[in-house]
DNA sequence: TAATGAACAATATGTTCATGG
DNA sequence: CCATGAACATATTGTTCATTA
């Protein structure tokens, strides 16, 4: 067992809430968690976020589609990726879900003993 | 700012506490993490707590002296480190347990918002 | 076995760069 | 600036090995 849960992990856990949320794409996902945690001082950055989507395409819980931002195609081209469950994916990211919580209260469980512990 | 705190700063502060309570040396205060962590399913691995002892010493804030382990040298040739806090060592001591509390605060925020974001 | 240390391998992370519209 | 992705470098870990008594 790792010592605290890993960045990655946690994130995953975020990215799951905001497709079950339907805020669907990644920069989306990005910037909401910049903001959640800005006040902490944590800065969730660009590439973990990117990955930590791939992981979740390659688990088959997500999987991709593309689409043009704009609705009108003559003024906005952007292309974004959005990211749906996979037939069985939300089962999947239930469990995945649990097995997060578990670790989350594992982790408070060590950080507040420490504060017992030491001060 | 990091995600969560680093394995080796939580160890750090476990090591000057135990100083402080002149539990003095590594092997000891290993088999003393061990213990008080096992039901959380964390086992602090051995490297990274002699490393963090090392580090202590760059620090300035522990200093290192040698003893037999046994009172009677006929019978246990055990050469042991012990630590101590240098001059001045306390203070600094002090000062990094301040910094740590202040982060551990900090993870437990971003623990506990998870949970209530995601369940 | 107790005790310390170092070496090595694997991951996880942070930073920067590249691309297109 | 929005949006995605990859590349690169470093930091942090985990695992194993070496040594002494």
Redesign the pocket.
Known sequence: M??MI???AFIKLYLITMVEKHQE????M??SMKGEFKSYGYVP????V??A??ELVQEGILY?TKKL?GSDPRVD?????LYHFTDGGADKAKLYKEQIKADLDRCLGILHKAEQDNY
């Open positions: 790792a010592f890993s960045q990655r794409y990644g920069y989306q990005l910037e950055p660009q590439s973990e990117y990955r989507l791939h991709r931002k081209f952007q292309e974004i990726v």
